[in-house]
């Protein structure tokens, strides 16, 4: 499968943003789908995570309450919905696919698409 990652933009604090993560096969149905950023100078995480069906959802402390992860089989598409954006939220935002079931392991996900900048101003 492949992904690719849209929709990253500038945003002021408080703001919100949608990011995408199309994806092309017909077996995306099978894959459980994450989120992960990585701000500039520092490690990558684990943002949100999503199963195959969308009935269960993952999300890491920093953005819970705040980030909404869905997902559109027929359209083969992930969202990530951010609202109450803050500044150490600016990071390239990374989706990447798993068969395995989702989880906030990075190294649990086999594909991965290029990234979008988001960048939060205060």
């Known amino acids: 499968v492949q992904l690719q990652a849209s929709g990253g933009g500038l945003v002021q604090a408080g703001g919100s943003l949608r990011v995408s993560c199309a994806a092309s096969?017909?077996?995306?149905?099978?894959?459980?789908v994450g989120w992960f950023r990585q701000p500039a100078g520092k490690e990558r995480e684990f943002v949100a995570a999503v199963s195959w069906n969308g009935g269960s959802t993952l999300y890491s402390n920093s953005v819970k309450g705040r980030f909404t992860i869905s997902r559109d089989n027929a359209k083969n598409t992930v969202y990530l919905q951010m609202n109450s954006l803050k500044p150490e939220d600016t990071a390239v935002y990374y989706c990447?696919?798993?068969?395995?079931?989702?989880?906030?392991?990075?190294?649990?996900?086999?594909?991965w698409g290029q990234g979008t900048q988001v960048t939060v101003s205060s």
């Open positions: 990447a696919a798993t068969v395995s079931g989702s989880s906030s392991y990075d190294h649990n996900y086999n594909y």
């Open positions: 096969g017909r077996t995306f149905s099978s894959y459980a």
